[in-house]
């Protein structure tokens, strides 16, 4: 079943796309059945013209959607021509970039693998590893369990879950002469390195992954987190973390490019971090400083500015000269205001709106309980435009982590006992 995420500026249309339709997709699962059936799903409940974004698993099939949705959505109804249609899902994208890191450590931590699984192979040895364990006095708060080759979060906790029981492993090997995968205690500390590494990927995957907040606002950032930290293991001088490491950058650059633009605007509009921290994180990606970081802030804002175009309001003026004399929405009148706004020069104190914003002071980065939400409700009424366009964008979800777990039912509906219920009744058991 191919998993597709839609975002538009209506969160009410949002949760009811995400909570009540699930739909049979005919097969073959090409791209044009796909992006026919979820266009169809659009039209039907009324969507067609309210996409922001589409979050999507990073598959080719996939890809090739996107250029049929937009063929049939329309240019002029989505954001930026379509251009910004595309959203990848980043708890994919570091699903890949740290599978392939892995890939160089798998002989490394073999040995751990292999004794987890003869503890875990039959209950009789699982009573026996936790006899040992309490013989040598270790808590036994988690059981080992194998982890599956390929989801790296499993080796994950595989790895920080036998890591404890070092001891158990040590004393197990003396007990059991048919136990012969003892790691070394150079395997045993390369292990601790690994997974002191991989907690950064787990817990920005798991940060990702909130389905009661925003996470648009936050990606930038975390992103750019995990490529300085990257860098800096490519000099660490471990041979298999610098080749990890180079294995990781090379997936890295091959995926985030493609939603910077969109991503940068969430970040100009969190006022906690505007273009300052937009312009930090760019410093941690590229890994440089100076006029490349600066032009593509410039980008992003410029990209922000067109936005603001299509949402009707360009230019504003400041003060009391903004308001329509008539205190009239006539489009017209409207228009000639922000005509003559952008023609005054600077020195008579007219701003855009978005000038008006990024000069205004930032909220402080340590405000605890801060909602970015509530601000652009309440604060926010000070910028129309960029809070229209707050609302779209910070209603565009990073992952499709969410949608997984819901179509992760399907299952425990449709099983072998189970198997010639109508699509209806299947839709109708998944949603409820």
Known sequence: ???????????????????????????????????????????????????????????????????????????????????????RCSAHILNLIVKDGLDVLKDAIENIRDSVAYWTATPKRIEKFEEIAKYVKVDMRTKIHLDCRTRWNSTFNMLSTALPYKAVFTRASRVDRQYTSLPSDEEWKFAEDVVERLRLFYDITVLFSGTDYVTANIYFTRVAKIRKQIRQWSYCGNPLVEAMSANMIAKFDKYWSDIQGLMGIATILDPRFKTVVLLICYEDLLGETGSACEERVMQVKNLLAELMCEYHVG?????????????????????????????????????????????????????????????????????????????????IPVTTVASESAFSTGGRVLSEHRSRLTTKMIEALMCS
């Open 315 to 395: 230019e504003d003026v400041e003060g009391s000269e903004a308001a329509t004399p008539l205190g009239s929405n006539d489009d017209f009148l409207f228009d000639i205001s922000a005509r003559i706004a952008s023609r005054r020069p600077a020195s008579m104190g007219f701003k855009s709106e978005l000038d008006r914003y990024l000069d205004e002071e930032m909220v402080n980065m340590h405000t605890k309980n801060f909602n970015v939400l509530d601000w652009w409700k309440v604060a926010g009424t000070r910028y129309p435009t960029l809070r229209r366009i707050a609302r779209d964008i910070y209603a």
């Open 1 to 87: 079943m191919n998993l597709l995420l839609l975002t538009c500026p209506c969160i009410y249309h949002l949760f009811l796309l995400l909570t009540c339709r699930f739909n049979y997709v005919p097969a073959p699962h090409t791209a044009d059945v796909i992006g026919e059936e979820l266009y169809e799903s659009m039209v039907a409940w009324n969507l067609d013209e309210k996409i922001s974004a589409v979050t999507l698993d990073n598959c080719s099939t996939n890809d090739a959607v996107i250029p049929i949705l937009v063929r049939n959505l329309g240019k002029h109804r989505l954001l930026n021509d379509g251009k910004l249609l595309h959203m």
